[in-house]
């Protein structure tokens, strides 16, 4: 299976995870994980996340992960516009509605994301829904690690491709 290149002038595939404290009103991002469809990727922790209003949850499987790089939300922004650079980014992600929200507060509001991406995000479950939810491999990686559910995310969309394919022939 082919990636496009950026000659090619076709978008590339970003596969994104975050971590989060989700709260009413609003969801605080503990961490950002992204893998480009060429295999490399970025990885920055919230220095801004405000641990006293995380739950039980998020303290005893997602905390014990983090081991930084540490950065402002602005930092984070500047390094994800230098990862994703001139590319026109799909994204995609898994169960990722709150992710895509905590991840485009990164630059302001929708409206501020950067001209060229998309308003949304790429969902691997919906796609996997739509094959008539076939069994995803199985993440054998650190599972809340943003950059390593990030890395599943690739190898799940790889398998999803595969199998439409196959449900082709």
């Not at 998020?58 to 922004?77: C, E, F, W």
Request: hydrophobic share 40%; proline share 5%.
């Amino acid at each position: 299976m082919s990636e496009p290149s950026r000659e090619s002038g076709r978008s590339v595939r970003f596969f994104l995870d975050t971590e989060f404290i989700e709260r009413p009103g609003t969801i605080d991002l503990i961490s950002v994980g992204i893998v480009a469809a060429d295999g490399r990727t970025l990885y920055a922790e919230s220095s801004e996340t405000n641990w006293s209003q995380a739950n039980d949850w998020v303290l005893a499987n997602v905390k014990p992960h983090m081991r930084g790089p540490a950065m402002s939300r602005a930092d984070i922004r500047d390094n994800v516009l230098r990862f994703v650079g001139d590319d026109t980014p799909e994204f995609w992600g898994y169960y990722a509605d709150y992710d895509w929200v905590v991840f485009c507060w990164l630059f302001g509001s929708m409206i501020d994301l950067p001209d060229g991406w998309p308003m949304y995000c790429r969902d691997l479950k919906q796609w996997a829904d739509s094959l008539g939810g076939p069994r995803l491999p199985e993440q054998t990686s650190t599972e809340h690690h943003a950059l390593a559910d990030a890395e599943w995310n690739r190898e799940a969309w790889i398998f999803l491709a595969r199998t439409e394919w196959r449900s082709r022939q």
